[in-house]
Structures are given as structure tokens and as C-alpha cells.
């Protein structure tokens, strides 16, 4: 058995960031430090970050007044950040960058009084936080589609006053499919000349699709909530290979292997590169006798700390 690690793989700048926020706070103000949602979605961060002093809490009625209070790397809405204001808490933001930029196209929008349909995944805390961006003072209104077939049913106010914003972590394959399809319905469409889906999810969905001509078996290491890990997992499997994700090497189950020669491996953006290597270790245990590094797009992105935490 041979395994090809994908690359790029594993946690992305604005991941490195949002941890970072975390841990730095309580490095400065000490524990607890109160985190709305979690701040990636991964159960092994999620729970080291737990263990040094970080309360998880969905939200701001949880948090103790006077208290310290981190937002998740997926954004929050304008009333979550109002609230906070009004109760005087202290807050650092850990929203992706390239989230934020996303809540400021849909400002700029809702501003002008235009529609916004937001191709996204309802419930996740991404997608409600963008939505919470539109302000409908101005007249307009926001819709949230998640399918081909919602695009072709979704009715419009104003269709020649409609643009169109991406949740960041999806398929970009199925973007497309969604997009072209509220094109043909709507010809007046605005939309974002660079792709709202952020740099790492591409990079690492064309990864995967790189390796996966020549591997029976994929790997993704990554939580079940995890929107990026789950797309992964499923560009392998529209490509005809036989793919998991695993938040840990302990969940790789023996029958998986039975017969495979070639195995992908490859991490969401919220997973860590240690759980990669106990990954590599339960299938060089397995009978992997060699494992080489894919090469792949060299991402040297790095986003800064707020100026408090520095």
C-alpha cells in the first residue's frame, strides 16, 4: 500500500488566525475567555483550546458580563455585534478575512437597496452570519438558495437589481452549477469577478481532484461539521473513488483498506497536520510501505492579529 499525501492540506491562514486570537487572549487576560461557537470547526481544536481555558458558548446570554468574548472564524451577524456592544463586553473578532469580505459585499448591496441571494449552506453559523448582514432599511431583501433546484424556483422582487454572494467553503464545481443556472434566469445578475469561495478551499478541493485518478482510497481527516472537509469528501467520491472523513486515525476502519493500493490523504482547513501524522501512522501499521508528498499550490497567505492582541 502506497499513500500519497494531497497538499496543500490542513489548517488555512485565517484557521491559524482564529486559534491564534484565542490563545493569545487568554495568554494576555487569562482563563476563561468566552468563544461564541466554535471557533473552527474541528472536535481536536475545539477541545485543546477547552483544556487551556476557553468556554464555548452559542450565545451572548452565556457570557458573564464584563467578560472577554472571541467570535468564531465563520462570522457572526450585525445583531450579535450590536448586542455585544450594548452589554459592554470585550470583543476580539476572529471572522476569516475573507468572510468579512463577503459581509461587506453584502452591505454595499443592501445599501444600494439591491437583492442578495447568498448560495450557501442553511443552519451553518457562515451562512447565518452573512445573513445577518442585510440591512432591509434600504428596501431590499436577501434569500439564501443551497441547490440548482432552488435556483430555478426562487422567486426575485427586482431582478434587475439582484446580486448573488457565496458561503466561502463550498464545492466549487457546485457553485458553478448554481450560478450559471441564476444567470439563465436572471441575465442583470451582479456577482463578484473573483470567486467569493476562499483561496484555501479551492486549492485544496484541486488537490483532491489532482490524486484522485490514481488513488482507490481517500482519507479526509476532519470533523463531521466541518463544510470544507465534507466537500472533500464528496469531490472524491463524484470522481469515483471510495472516500471517509475521520476526525482521528482511530475511526479508519480495516475493512477500508482490505485491497487498496493507492490511499489519498488529505486535511480540511480547521484540521491540524498532527492528526495527519497519526493518520500516516495507523496505516504504516497497516501495511503502507512507502508515502509521498503530492505536490501542490504553495500558499503563503498570513493574516494579521487585531493590534490588542499583538
Known sequence: MQVILANPRGFCAGVDRAI???????????????VRHEVVHNKFVVEDLRNKGAVFVEELDEVPDGATVIFSAHGVARSVVQEAERRGLRVFDATCPLVT???MEVDRHARRGEEVILIGHAGHPEVDGTLGQYDRSHGGEMYLVE?????ERIQIRNPDALAYVTQTTLSVDDTLDIIETLKSRFPNIQGQKRDDICYATQNRQDAVKQLASVCDLFLVVGSPN???SNRLREI???LGVEAYLVDNADQIEDRWLEGKTQVGVTAGASAPELLVQEVVEHLRANGMNTVTEHGGKRENIVFSLP????
Open 101 to 103: 469580505k463577503v459581509h
Open 147 to 151: 441547490t440548482v433546484e432552488d435556483a
Open 236 to 238: 472524491a467520491e463524484k
Open 20 to 34: 491564534d486570537i484565542v490563545e493569545r487572549a487568554l495568554t494576555l487576560f487569562g482563563k476563561p475567555i468566552y
Open 226 to 228: 466541518s463544510s470544507n
Open 307 to 310: 493590534k490588542a492582541l499583538r
